[in-house]
């Protein structure tokens, strides 16, 4: 299998696009590609998945860690001809310092992948050569490889020859493809991309141009055997229906985490908010996943599904609500355009949605559980609420009864005994 990291000099410079157009080039080539997504995005992985037909799973040395990384990226791309990772912001940025923890760089290192580097390209010529080679040095000095350079929004042939030769001329990394700058463009909202059922994929194969050799020597062979990991063999969830919420206003959703709860023998109900449907009847434990309720709120006021949700948790059975999923269970939630509508009434707050954001970073609860914080959102109350959690830093979210709600979206193999409590 051939393997790759793709990285962006920073948060922009059309990385996201450049991943999207090399998987639909690998699929357009009848080869079997395996997508994956450096950190804890939601929204790109699932734009992967709209092209390749397969979930795209996250890798990431910080939340998820670096053995369960390696595991999940030999599990995963098993059967597959290549393996593409798509990297976070830019190739060095993470939790910590410079390439450290959470960081693309930190990323490749550990998975021991070459990077190809995207650069933007509208108006430099010769300034990618200080570019690149900054880049390089940087990683050669983490043992991480460049071994590939792909310009997005090139002005001409003439531009992209340019390119070419000047990395040439320096002995850097090869130009291995390039994107034409009026190339369709992602549309994006508060939290990232807008969802591929929105708007459809676009074709990039008239913008985007590969040299199909220098691109396959870009790829490093990556071992076929799976890495061993230690795993308990406790199905600590057997004999459980575990309902989990999901539509278009809870779409954020880890594949990992759903085969968690299969591996702890869980038996999966999947129901929707905005089709009013109730709580399957047959569910022990619910979860309620984030997305977009602020964008569905006039439905959600409307929806059939309140009843059941409220007698589920009155009845003390157990219920985690992650970010939009918590935003549900309050009074009410405040629309980006200050519209008011009511949820499930269950918890004493309104959910309010803001400008600006509110709140991003990895989290962790005391007792090993990890997860990520990303909203635009907060949480309005004049009730003292206990709290759900013990995190340093972040939402600690809401108690009650049997329920958990914060905005916090967890990652349940981080910490497996104390997951499956909560849904216990």
């Given at each position: 299998?051939?393997?790759a990291?793709?990285a962006g ?13 090399l998987l ?6 009848k080869r079997t ?7 804890p995005?939601?929204l790109?992985?699932l ?6 037909g397969?979930?795209?799973y ?13 595991h ?18 830019g190739?060095?940025?993470?939790r ?5 923890s ?6 490749a290192?550990?998975?021991h992948?070459p990077?190809i580097l ?8 010769g ?7 900054g ?8 043992d991480?490889?460049?071994?590939g350079v792909i310009?997005?929004r090139?002005g ?5 020859e ?15 493809a390039w ?5 369709p ?5 508060h939290?990232g991309l807008?969802r591929?059922?929105?708007g ?18 870009a790829?490093?062979?990556y071992?076929r ?12 969830l057997?004999g ?11 779409c ?5 985490n ?6 702890q023998?869980?038996?999966l109900?999947?129901f ?7 709580v399957p ?11 977009y309720?602020e964008?569905?709120g006039e ?8 009843p059941?949700?409220?007698q589920f948790i009155?009845?003390?059975?157990p219920?985690?609500?992650e ?6 269970l309050?009074e009410?939630l405040i629309?980006?355009d ?25 989290r ?13 959102s907060?949480?309005v109350?004049t ?7 013990n ?11 049997n329920?958990?709600?914060s905005?916090i979206?967890w ?11 909560w849904?216990?």
């Open positions: 299998m051939k393997i990291l793709l000099t920073q948060s922009g410079c059309g990385k996201t696009t450049i991943m999207l157009a639909q080039h690998f699929c357009r080539s590609v395996a997508a994956f997504k450096s950190g995005d939601f790109d992985p734009w992967h998945q709209a092209i390749t397969r979930p795209s996250n890798l990431d040395t910080e939340m998820i860690g670096t053995a369960l990384s390696r999940i990226l030999s599990e995963q791309a098993e059967d597959a001809d290549w393996a593409l990772i798509e990297g976070a912001m190739l060095f940025d993470g910590h310092g410079v390439g450290e959470g960081s693309a760089a930190d990323l290192k550990v998975l992948t990077v995207v650069v933007d390209a509208k108006g430099i010529s300034s990618i050569v200080p570019l690149v080679s880049f390089c040095s940087y990683a050669a000095n983490m991480v490889t460049i071994a310009a997005n090139v001409s042939e003439h531009h992209a340019l390119l070419r030769n000047f990395l040439a001329d320096h002995d850097l990394p090869p130009l291995v994107m034409m700058k009026d190339a463009v992602l549309k994006e909202r939290l807008m591929p059922d929105e459809g994929i676009a074709d990039f194969d008239d913008f985007f141009h590969v040299d199909d050799v220098a691109l396959t020597d790829f490093d062979d071992p055997q799976r890495e061993a990991i230690s795993v308990s063999r406790s199905r600590r057997a459980k229906t575990v309902a989990i919420a999901r539509d278009a206003a809870c954020f959703i880890y594949p990992a759903v085969d968690w709860l299969l591996a023998g869980a038996g109900r999947y929707s908010l905005l089709a009013g449907d109730p009847p047959a569910a022990d434990a619910l979860w309620l996943p984030g997305g309720p964008l569905y439905q959600l006021a409307h929806s059939a599904s309140w059941s949700l409220r009155e009845d003390h059975k219920v985690l609500a970010c939009g999923g918590a935003m549900l309050g009410k629309d980006q200050g519209i008011s509508w009511s949820m499930a009434n269950l918890l004493p707050y309104a959910s309010r949605m803001q400008d600006r954001l509110a709140a991003l970073g990895y962790e609860d005391s007792r090993g559980v990890k997860g990520h914080e990303f909203h635009h907060a949480r109350t009730t003292d609420l206990p709290p759900a959690f995190c340093r830093r972040g939402d600690c979210g809401v108690r009650y009864k329920l958990r709600a905005y979206h990652y349940f193999a981080s910490a497996s005994d104390i997951v499956a409590g849904f216990s």
